[in-house]
């Protein structure tokens, strides 16, 4: 089965400085990775997502993130941010080991950007 | 414009009353998926169907009744819920449960059971 986690619950940080928001998986197959941002009381969002090919993907919002098989890693990163980044962001997993690939997300990293 | 629109956005229901959220996509998904997103917690599947067929219950209580009519609307009928009933209900569609793709989200339901 596959689990998502998000090992920061918060990250604070001061406008125009980089972010990193961590997400880490457990797959025994091939899987599919994504980031979702959602807003106060919005659905999620999907800011950019690995399927295969180039493991560095760039997203909207000036957002990148890295696939690392062997760390079994999707770090998300933004080199200079903006208050209007501050929101939940969700990783997600999906593979198909019960069949079908239905993603499961990990509990969010809350961003809060500072002036 | 997100191609999934849930209405309404906000409920108020008490215990006994019987209500339905609606999600309706303009994608042409097969799949389509109820999430609960409660606050500290992290994101609950619900149910999953796949070309109008429900493939998952994550067991979840019978007061929540889902229905899958075609592929592009999804209701979830609601009688007697309780106050820890109260969240956010997410609508999501995907291609279909074989491609692996990425979910779009509808606004969600905020739902509050008095």
């Known amino acids: 089965a596959q689990s998502v986690t998000q090992l920061d619950s918060q990250v604070p940080v001061f406008e125009e400085a980089p972010v990193e928001l961590r997400c880490n998986y457990s797959s025994s197959v091939s899987v599919y990775l994504f980031w979702y941002v959602q807003y106060p009381n919005q659905g999620l969002q999907l800011l950019l997502k690995?399927?295969?090919?180039?493991?560095l993907v760039k997203g909207i919002n000036g957002f990148e993130a890295e696939f690392n098989k062997s760390q079994t890693s999707f770090h998300l990163r933004k080199p200079s941010v903006h208050i209007s980044d501050t929101a939940e962001y969700f990783c997600a997993v999906s593979d198909a080991s019960g069949g079908s690939y239905i993603p499961t997300f990990g509990r969010g990293t809350s961003l809060i950007v500072h002036p | 414009e997100t191609g999934v629109t849930q209405t309404p956005r906000h409920l108020v229901m008490g215990m006994t009353n019987k209500k339905s959220l609606k999600c309706e996509q303009h994608l042409g998904h097969n799949a389509m998926y109820w999430y609960k997103q409660s606050a500290k917690k992290p994101l609950e599947l619900m149910f999953v169907y796949n070309f109008k067929e429900q493939t998952e219950n994550n067991s979840v209580p019978s007061r929540f009744s889902p229905e899958c009519p075609n592929s592009s609307h999804l209701f979830l009928h609601l009688h007697t819920l309780q106050p820890e009933d109260s969240a956010l209900y997410l609508c999501?569609?995907?291609?279909?449960?074989?491609?692996?793709?990425?979910?779009?989200f509808g606004q969600g339901t905020r739902l509050t059971v008095v």
């Open positions: 690995y399927l295969s090919g180039s493991t």
């Open positions: 999501a569609s995907s291609q279909e449960l074989t491609t692996g793709r990425e979910a779009f």
